[in-house]
């Protein structure tokens, strides 16, 4: 009896050394500058650059898209606009209308400014393929230049700290 329970503490010592071992750590961020967006942001890893044309949308779209396990997205769009712009009616508008768009609920929606640039930062809710989704986003206007900064995926998976991080990160390189 005595040798069954020493081996008993033996193992539960054993596995307990195995759990106070540190977690690995996750692979560091890479800070990614784009000259012809004239921004540069931190991603979970090296993001893959798309050309895209959105319908009712003249200018390309150009796309900065970093996947991470196949499940998250991090993603900045940008694209030039022709002047006049209505850019308080835009960033007022573009959270509900987003939400909507994606038969979402719209969770957070405040104003924000980077610099000298005014923005807003907002999330939603929504379910795509059955599946319970989640989406952090941030416009910027600068100049001619709208900006879309946005996160998403899987509710059970995306890390606020994760999203956070990428959406602060976020630098425009033109005054």
């Known amino acids: 009896m005595r040798l069954l329970l020493l ?7 054993t596995l307990l050394s195995g759990c106070s071992q540190p977690a ?16 540069t942001a931190k991603f979970p890893k090296e993001p893959r650059r ?13 796309v900065y898209v970093a996947l991470l396990n196949d499940q998250l997205t991090f993603e900045i769009k940008y694209r030039d606009r022709d002047p006049p712009h209505q850019d308080a009616e ?13 038969h979402g609920t719209l969770r957070d929606n405040r104003p924000i400014t980077l610099d000298q640039w005014q923005g807003r930062a907002f999330s939603y809710s929504a379910v795509e393929n059955d599946v319970p989704m989640r989406h952090h986003v941030r416009l910027y206007t600068v100049g001619d230049r709208l ?3 946005s996160v ?5 998976l995306l890390d606020d700290g994760e999203a956070d991080e990428f959406l602060r990160s976020f630098m ?4």
């Open 7 to 13: 081996l008993a503490f033996g193992l539960l010592a």
């Open 24 to 39: 690995a750590k996750p692979a560091p961020w890479v800070t990614y500058t784009s000259p012809d967006g004239k921004f």
């Open 50 to 62: 798309v050309e895209a044309l959105i319908p009712m949308e003249k200018p390309l779209t150009k």
């Open 90 to 102: 835009l960033l007022e508008k573009a959270p509900a209308s987003m939400a909507r768009s994606m």
């Open 147 to 149: 900006y879309v900064l």
């Open 152 to 156: 998403f995926g899987r509710q059970e």
């Open 172 to 175: 425009v390189n033109e005054k």
